[in-house]
């Protein structure tokens, strides 16, 4: 059974920085891409990284891009996302996911892309 947990989110002023854990169980993140999405309250869930199984390729969602760097280590088996210069609407649930498709060739932004999902960590961004 697939896990993934997130851990590293919590309550930082504008400007400020995280850095996002998401530890994986029941699989190898190595052999399948690996994104962050985020969902804030009353909207839906968005795009924010990813990167190819291969860890070749890295794609950020314009809105994060040059302040977000998403990375792995594929011998601790856990995906990161280093947050920095946060805004106040970075503020949203953040959750990682894990794609159905094993070394899927290219990456993927859509969710339903997406077959493991994290229960979420909140990170909230003060003005």
């Known amino acids: 059974q697939v896990q993934l947990v997130e851990s590293g989110g919590g309550l930082v002023q504008a400007g400020g920085s995280l850095r996002l854990s998401c530890a994986a169980s029941g699989l190898s993140i190595s052999s399948v891409a690996m994104a962050w999405f985020r969902q804030a309250p009353g909207k839906e869930r968005e795009f924010v990284a990813a990167t190819r199984w291969s860890d070749t390729v890295r794609y950020y969602a314009d809105s994060v891009k040059g302040r977000f760097t998403i990375s792995r280590d594929n011998t601790k088996n856990t995906l990161y996302l280093q947050m920095n210069s946060l805004k106040p609407e970075d503020t949203a649930v953040y959750y990682c996911?894990?794609?159905?498709?094993?070394?899927?060739?290219?990456?993927?932004?859509?969710?339903?892309?997406?077959?493991?999902w994290g229960q979420g960590t909140q990170v909230t961004v003060s003005s």
């Open positions: 996911a894990a794609d159905r498709t094993y070394k899927r060739i290219t990456i993927s932004t859509m969710g339903r892309d997406y077959g493991s």
